[in-house]
């Protein structure tokens, strides 16, 4: 892992989100080195609380950052967060427009007041006749139709993670950096939105344009016509599963031989790459057979040597046994306030071939850094209690 990639270091981040676009946003931006401060309510984003699947949420997107608490219903709140942002260079949010608005803080109003402010907002849809709904990462796979061609007909399934919500932070980060670039000719900031709406829409994109140019709807992901003569999930004589693709006519004709069915090479159906399509009715009964009558460890062993595409069936608490993802730098360690250490993934980017990594991934208390930050704007003690809702704050 290297430490030396910084190409934001300087840049102060204020980050006022919740869930998981927004602060996916932050975390990617303090993975390139800037100073990212979590503004939270006095009692801590809710997120940090969530149980079942959600409680990974908090401490994933939240290392590496700073957490002040500020009281937004007081007027010193807002004016510790004005301060703060007075010194920063980015401000993410993920709030309703009508929140911002009711508080001063809506962008219009911040681009005038800071001028060099780039205000990143992670909205639901960007403007249009649905800009004021409230939109969740399942609310928008279903209305794009992304969950439709995620399960079979009938049964739209949302996708097994918050891809589209990561994705849209990510999108966020993309346009800060690109904003950040323009300032440094311009001096000017700009008010930049990510819709989740529309980034959903980007992932069907693909499908839609099927549509466009074919004129027919495409089936959903598990009832697709198929555009390779292998591109399925057959069981090994073990008991386990595994995913095996032929996509080429080397694919072909490697596997075939790979798995003992040299006599598919010499059929005169299968001579053509549609023929082998086309014929999938009744050769991959064949080639499930092949496959088990090996075992899952001597395949394995068979495809990454042949070059055959192919995957074990995994779950997410399999990858902290891959030799892949735990090889050096590739899980980075974690630490929450009450000193439990968890390895998660980084940025799936290497520089110079070292995959990047800030001098520090902890997950930061409620309020850890309040009163460093606010001292730091000039605020008295007794003004940092009443900015921060010193009652329900964590002191340090």
Known sequence: ??????????????????????????????????????VEPPSGDKTRHLTGMGRGFYPSFNRGKKSITLDLKSEAGTSALDALLATSDVFIENFRDQSLAKIGFEPSVLREKHPKLIVASCKGFLHGPYQDRTAMDEVVQ??????????????????????????????????????????????QGRAVRVGLFENCLMLVMQHMVQFELEGREPSPMPEREFSWPVYDIFDTRDGRQIFVGAVTEGHWGTLCKTIGLERLLDDDRLQTKMEQINARGWTIPIFADAVAQHDYDSLIDMFEASGIPFSPINRPADMYRDPHVIRPGGLHKSRLSGGQEFRAPGLPIEVDGN???????????????????????????????AASGFVHRKTA
Request: with cysteine; aromatic share 6%; charged share 20%.
């Open 1 to 38: 892992m290297s430490e030396d990639f910084k190409p934001l270091h300087g840049v102060r981040v204020v980050e006022m989100t919740h869930m998981i676009m927004g602060p996916s946003c932050g975390q990617i931006l303090a993975y390139f080195g800037a100073e990212v401060i979590k």
């Open 142 to 187: 279903m209305m794009t139709g992304i969950a439709y061609m995620t399960g079979p007909k009938g049964r739209p399934l949302r996708i097994g993670s918050s891809a589209n919500d990561i994705m849209g932070g990510l999108f966020g980060a993309f346009a800060v950096l690109g904003a950040l670039l323009e300032r440094k000719e311009t001096g």
């Open 355 to 385: 995959i990047p990594c800030p001098p520090s991934l902890d997950v930061a208390d409620v309020g850890d850094d309040t009163d460093a930050i606010l001292e730091e704007l000039g605020l008295s003690p007794t003004e940092v209690r």
